[in-house]
């Protein structure tokens, strides 16, 4: 029996987007001669937990990343003695501390797997590049932007982020159900976001940006489903930009798979991403999407995706989100399953790789 600890440093939550990539893996995961913990820094969801507990895995709470990371490195030390395999999951080289506990745990199988292709640590990031480099004996990346960025070239595998594209396919029941719950009428048009309410995801250009969609079409209206550190202040810059009436702010949703389908375009200018899960779904779910090219641009797998700069106008944008009027979702959702799933985006393909690595 192989020992696998999974360790998540961004928290563990049925929201968390770094948690959902994990959770697709393990649902769909061969446990055949593997046991699977998770360890991270917070208490989940009871729901999670349940369903941890059914698959067979135990969570494991270690605190004290941030406040104490030298004792958080000791106690992670200790746990780890009884594991074959460390699988970390990371946005930046601070996962060195992860990776110190495991090399002086003696785990002799190191995998550091990284999301994203920027970070918020900057200086803590460069300085333990270097230690997190000669550390690790495996490296996974979940795109080329992101593996470049941290590991260099052709220095690492790519593993997915992935789907369950049955899952997120196009119903007109789910659009009618979500449309009903917020009174948006059927002829309304409704742009969408799906994210944490923080920096990266750049709520204000997408208030921008829908002003200017507003102003072109008042039937419009902008359904933002998550929640995070910025909503407040999102809020107040929603009345500033005098579209307050017209937004939507639906806190987090576990079904954000019907949201989709009550979506007619999806506004994505984020200002750093490595390989979102929210715009793979999208895709799934046929609607259009018009993202950053801030955005790794492996992501835009089907043809409904229009690509901006950021220093593109608001007018510019808008545009060409209101082409998503005169589109046919179900149409395209069918045409998209088949293109996220032969270009390796089929999470029961990716779950299979990862399995085999824990496996060697």
Known sequence: MIRVLIIITTGFSQYGGLASVVMNYLRN????????????????????LNECRTLGIKYIRLSGRSKNPIGYMLSLKRILKQYDVAHINANSATAAIELMAAKMAGVQNRIVHNHTAKCDHVVAHKILVPIYKRLYTD??????RAGDWIFGPNNFLILN??????????????????????????????????????KPKNHKKILDIFKAVNSKN??????LVGDGEMRAEIELYAKDCGVDKNVIFAGMQKNTYEYLSALDCFLF?????????????????GVKCVISDTIDKDVAICKDVIIHSLDDPDDKWADDVLLAMHYDRADACKRNKV???????DVHLNANKLREMYIK
């Open 218 to 223: 008042s039937q419009s209206v902008l359904l």
């Open 139 to 144: 490296a996974i990346a979940c795109s080329s």
């Open 161 to 198: 982020n992935s789907i369950d594209t049955d899952k997120y396919s196009f119903s007109e029941l789910s659009r009618s159900k979500i449309r009903g719950q917020y009174n948006i009428s059927k002829n309304t048009f409704v742009v969408g976001h799906v994210g944490k309410i923080y």
């Open 269 to 285: 200018p984020s200002l750093w991403e490595g390989m979102p899960l929210a715009l793979l779904e999208a895709q799934a779910s």
């Open 339 to 345: 293109a996220i799933q032969s270009n390796n985006y």
């Open 29 to 48: 995961i061969d446990f055949t001669d593997l046991k699977i913990d998770i360890l991270s820094l917070n208490e989940p969801e009871e729901e999670l």
